[in-house]
């Protein structure tokens, strides 16, 4: 049998056990089970390949430090076996800046007071976002015997207040996404489009180079039947020369195909949790993102 690349085996002198490790420079140490080529060993192999390299120093972190419990837990089939791909980008950002304040302190003396006040002095919507994400990384340590406990057991989400209408964008909430997403990335450009054209999302969708044409976007409504000419702001064309794209589209899924309304939308979701913006942040709205104050 042709050998797994990064996988080494190793004989037990006392039981004459064999067992497999993946071990790839930069990457987790991970020990493979079942016999190679079996279901559950290529499970595992899989989800090794597949996961996230190990943060600079991880090596060297210091037992029972929230550190060293956040090198487990990517590496647990807690967080790669519950958590949908892009649920797991959302709850690494927020991880790793966790991570980078208090990636030092015992895991095992979080109190629970702290969670309370963290929570108190963030809005409501990037509170819950918050609260789910350490929440399911003090569950892995508490299985992991990292803790005795978990500090958010009885700690109540808060509640989002219903308000009338789409969410109208603050200026902090502006900067917040743009500081998630750096010019170039395609969520930065969907942004951009929204923002700069004041278009609905179904507009915004269908939009493409052709049709720019000496620095007028020209733009038919899909709901009104409108034709509409806006001139191209220099921040939007900045963006859209920064931005990689060889469609007939400016936005496209991972397949390169044009999005639908909903799938932007889930999408967008994704790129405003990125960012811990308020779950009311949209593309919706009247007149697209007009609604930005």
């Not at 490790?21 to 493979?32: A, E, H, K, S, T």
């Not at 390949?49 to 972190?61: C, H, I, K, W």
């Not at 409501?124 to 057991?153: E, K, N």
């Amino acid at each position: 049998m042709k050998p797994f690349r990064y996988v080494q085996s190793f004989v037990d002198r006392k039981t004459g056990a064999v067992f497999h490790y993946f071990r790839r420079r930069g990457y987790p140490r991970v020990r493979l089970p079942g016999i190679p080529g079996s279901r559950e060993f290529m499970a595992a192999y899989q989800r090794a390949l597949d996961g996230p390299q190990m943060p600079v120093g991880a090596s060297r972190t210091k037992a029972g430090t929230v550190n060293h419990a956040l090198v487990g837990y990517y590496d647990s089939t807690i967080f790669f076996g519950s958590l949908a791909p892009g649920t797991r980008v959302v709850r690494r950002g927020i991880l790793e800046r966790f991570r980078a304040e208090h990636g030092d302190k015992p895991i095992a003396l979080l109190p629970q007071k702290f969670i309370v006040l963290t929570l108190n002095k963030l809005r409501p919507s990037v509170a819950r976002s918050w609260l789910a994400t350490i929440r399911h990384f003090m569950q892995y340590a508490v299985s992991a015997g990292l803790c005795g406990s978990d500090p958010t057991q009885g700690v109540k989400l808060p509640k989002v207040k219903k308000t009338d209408g789409f969410y109208t964008w603050s200026e902090q909430d502006i900067a917040e996404f743009e500081a998630a997403h750096p010019i170039g990335t395609k969520a930065r450009l969907a942004f951009a489009l929204l923002l700069f054209t004041a278009q609905r999302r179904g507009d915004v969708i269908r939009m493409g180079r052709q049709h720019i044409r000496d620095g007028v976007l020209q733009v038919r409504q899909g709901k009104t039947g409108a034709v509409l000419e806006i001139p191209v702001h220099p921040q939007l064309q900045a963006i859209i020369d920064a931005t990689p794209n060889e469609h007939l589209t400016f936005l496209t899924t991972k397949a390169h195909k044009p999005y639908s309304g909903n799938n932007f939308s889930a999408q967008f979701r994704v790129w405003c949790n990125a960012g811990m913006l308020p779950g009311e942040c949209s593309p919706h709205g009247k007149g697209g993102m007009s609604e930005i104050s």
